[in-house]
Nanobody
Framework: QVQLVESGGGLVQAGDSLRLSCAAS????????MGWFRQAPGKEREFVAA????????GYADSVKGRFTISTDNAKNTVYLQMNSLKSEDTAVYFC?????????????????WGQGTQVTVSS
């Protein structure tokens, strides 16, 4: 059974950086796509970034391009989201997600497995 466990959230000030981690277990993830989504209070869960574990291709939401970077550590079965130049509007619960295949999709419904989420709060 696939398990995704996020960590690294916290309270930071605008302009600071934070790195989220997602430890994946229960499968061989070489042919999976890993994604990060976020959900702010009263808003829909939205796509942030995704990466194909097989070829390293990535995709980002326009709102985070140039500030966030998604990466993987194959030896640790861990996916990271490096977040720089954080803004108050980045405040949300961040979720790690996984889906089989190579296509770096942005749709929430494309992902089969989800973590429990980690809170990121950016104060202005």
């Amino acid at each position: 059974q696939v398990q995704l466990v996020e960590s690294g959230g916290g309270l930071v000030q605008a302009g600071d950086s934070l790195r989220l981690s997602c430890a994946a277990s229960g499968r061989t993830f070489s042919r999976y796509v890993m994604g990060w989504f976020r959900q702010a209070p009263g808003k829909e869960r939205e796509f942030v970034a995704a990466i194909s574990w097989s070829d390293g291709s990535t995709g980002y939401a326009d709102s985070v391009k140039g500030r966030f970077t998604i990466s993987t550590d194959n030896a640790k079965n861990t996916v990271y989201l490096q977040m720089n130049s954080l803004k108050s509007e980045d405040t949300a619960v961040y979720f790690c997600a996984a889906r089989s295949g190579n296509y770096v999709g942005t749709g929430r419904s494309m992902y089969n497995y989800w973590g429990q989420g980690t809170q990121v709060t950016v104060s202005s």
